[in-house]
């Protein structure tokens, strides 16, 4: 499986995004996807999983309330709103995927998109 994630860009504090993750080379149905951010200086984080057969969702208390994680299997898709940005999220925003169990830890994860930067202006 490869992934690429896009929707990235510039916004005002806020405003709204939605980053996409698309898998190919293989069916996405059967992964856990999450979604990690990295600023500059900074060490990568989580944001977000979600679970295969779009199972509830968990978040970072940092985004819980203003991000939502959404998948769409026929399309091989994983969406990310992003709602009320601030700019503390402002970051390099990366999607992966496993198999197996759920994890907030970007070690445990093997596959990752290129990462799509989000910049939030105050």
């Known amino acids: 499986v490869q992934l690429q994630a896009s929707g990235g860009g510039l916004v005002q504090a806020g405003g709204s995004l939605r980053l996409s993750c698309v898998a190919s080379g293989r069916t996405f149905g059967s992964y856990f996807v999450g979604w990690f951010r990295q600023a500059p200086g900074k060490v990568r984080e989580f944001v977000g999983v979600i679970p295969p057969r779009n199972n509830r969702a968990a978040y970072a208390d940092s985004v819980k309330g203003r991000f939502t994680i959404s998948r769409d299997d026929a399309e091989n898709t994983v969406y990310l709103q992003m709602n009320s940005l601030k700019p503390e999220d402002t970051a390099v925003y990366y999607c992966?995927?496993?198999?197996?169990?759920?994890?907030?830890?970007?070690?445990?994860?093997?596959?990752w998109g290129q990462g799509t930067q989000v910049t939030v202006s105050s």
């Open positions: 992966a995927a496993r198999k197996g169990h759920t994890s907030t830890l970007y070690g445990d994860y093997g596959l």
